[in-house]
């Protein structure tokens, strides 16, 4: 799991903030587990993660990731 990732999950949108400003690749993936080889990206985890309310962080933090280029794993797939 990576620094933004991990803030993402825990709802830390300034944190997220914070690392994508200082140059946190937005994209990259990771295995979700071990038992298996699903990759993931930061924005998989803020999209599960999402409500409808506009005023929650997670919300707030999959606005900004894809605001700047963030992709779902299976969509950066060729």
């Known amino acids: 799991m990576t620094p933004l990732s991990w803030h993402v999950y825990g709802g ?14 937005i994209n990259a993936d990771f295995d979700d587990s071990l038992e298996s080889s699903l990759k993931i990206t930061a924005t998989d985890i803020a999209s599960n993660l999402w409500r409808k309310d506009e005023s929650d ?11 700047k280029g963030g992709k779902k794993y299976a969509d950066m797939q060729l």
Not at 12 to 25: F, M, P, Q, T, W
Not at 57 to 67: A, K, N, Q
Request: avoid cysteine.
């Open 12 to 25: 830390n949108y300034d944190i997220v903030k914070l690392l994508i400003s200082h140059g946190a690749e």
């Open 57 to 67: 962080d997670f919300t707030r933090t999959l606005d900004l990731l894809i605001s």
